[in-house]
T-cell receptor, first 110, second 116 residues
Framework: GESVGLHLPTLSVQEGDNSIINCAYS??????FIWYKQESGKGPQFIID?????DKRQGQRVTVLLNKTVKHLSLQIAATQPGDSAVYFCAESHGNQFYFGTGTSLTVIP | GAGVSQTPSNKVTEKGKYVELRCDPI?????LYWYRQSLGQGPEFLIY????????DSGLPNDRFFAVRPEGSVSTLKIQRTERGDSAVYLCASSLTPGLVGDTQYFGPGTRLTVL
């Protein structure tokens, strides 16, 4: 089966600092990766995605980096804000199935 | 609709009872997915529909779980003889172009099921 894991279960950052959330995946055949943000009591919300033929993709205040050599994915959030506090999941996909890691809880300290 | 909706938002039932959870996907999305999320864990795949048919039900834990999507839109997840271990948040997601790289799943708010 698939195995997607996150390196740090919790992360605390000061407001205004940059955040980096890491993720390891195990299936070298995975060709699509997504980061989701999940706030308490809500469903996962799409943040940014990247295909396996890319190594970097930028969105608004977020950047995803993909290193296929070591099967590692990271999410960088610039100028972290209190509203960024949530659990962040990475998901890998091959075919129709998505496999999620256990999540990293990000807390932004005002 | 604007997003994926799920009803009820919360469901409390007694061990041994039957429950139905409903998902209304984004209009036009052909694919619909059910996941189960336990506390502190990521979503765990249960079943995937392409149109009306279940294309992959390999994630259903046992035959007490069943899902339907009779008209290719709304889906119902059915759980028979509920057990305390079934307590979790059940998430539904839909997507537009399943099987294509880059097809993104959009999630509903989930139904929190509690089995007493």
């Amino acid at each position: 089966g698939e195995s997607v894991g996150l390196h740090l279960p919790t992360l605390s950052v000061q407001e205004g600092d940059n955040s980096i959330i890491n993720c390891a995946y195990s299936n070298s055949a995975s060709d699509y990766f997504i980061w989701y943000k999940q706030e308490s009591g809500k469903g996962p919300q799409f943040i940014i995605d990247i295909r396996s033929n890319m190594d970097k993709r930028q969105g608004q205040r977020v950047t995803v980096l993909l290193n296929k050599t070591v099967k590692h994915l990271s999410l960088q959030i610039a100028a972290t804000q209190p509203g960024d506090s949530a659990v962040y999941f990475c998901a890998e996909s091959h075919g129709n199935q998505f496999y999620f890691g256990t999540g990293t809880s990000l807390t932004v300290i005002p | 609709g604007a997003g994926v909706s799920q009803t009820p938002s919360n469901k409390v039932t007694e061990k041994g009872k039957y429950v139905e959870l409903r998902c209304d996907p984004i209009s036009g999305h052909t694919a619909l997915y059910w996941y189960r999320q336990s506390l502190g864990q990521g979503p765990e795949f249960l079943i995937y529909f392409q149109g009306t048919g279940a294309a992959d039900d390999s994630g259903l834990p046992n035959d007490r779980f069943f899902a339907v999507r009779p008209e290719g839109s709304v889906s119902t997840l059915k759980i028979q003889r509920t057990e305390r271990g079934d307590s979790a948040v059940y998430l539904c997601a839909s997507s537009l172009t399943p099987g294509l790289v880059g097809d993104t799943q959009y999630f509903g708010p989930g139904t929190r099921l509690t089995v007493l």
